[in-house]
């Protein structure tokens, strides 16, 4: 059951990472550009990260968010134990993962102007 869960749990980290990671990259190519910086790219990432992560957040079904709560898992318990946490969790999360990428992509494409 426990290897199950890890597995479940890594195949949708890894399939959430990479829909925010594309996601995050093409809005921060667009907003930051080649003469924006990675800060305009940490904040467009942030914000775009945090609108994404509350979407995820409203459709995660009941049943699966409460699933830590059965299982008696006292770190999850605290964060998943109302819609409205959860939300902010998902937000939280993907607002620094669009963070990173914001920074990352728009260093590759700044250009400076000398």
């Known amino acids: 059951m426990e290897t199950i ?28 550009g080649a003469s924006g910086g990675p800060s305009i790219g940490a904040y467009s990432g942030m914000g775009t990260g945090a609108i994404l992560g509350a979407m995820v957040g409203m459709v995660i079904p009941d049943t699966l968010r409460m699933s830590p709560i059965l299982l008696g898992t006292p770190v999850l318990e605290t964060l998943v134990s109302s819609r409205t946490e959860t939300i902010a969790f998902f937000a939280f999360l993907f607002s620094i993962l669009g963070t990173i990428v914001g920074v990352w992509v728009s260093g590759k494409n700044y250009r400076p102007e000398r």
């Open 5 to 32: 869960g890890t597995l479940m749990g890594f195949t949708a980290g890894v399939i959430l990472g990479a829909l925010a990671g594309i996601l995050v990259g093409v809005v921060v190519s667009k907003t930051a």
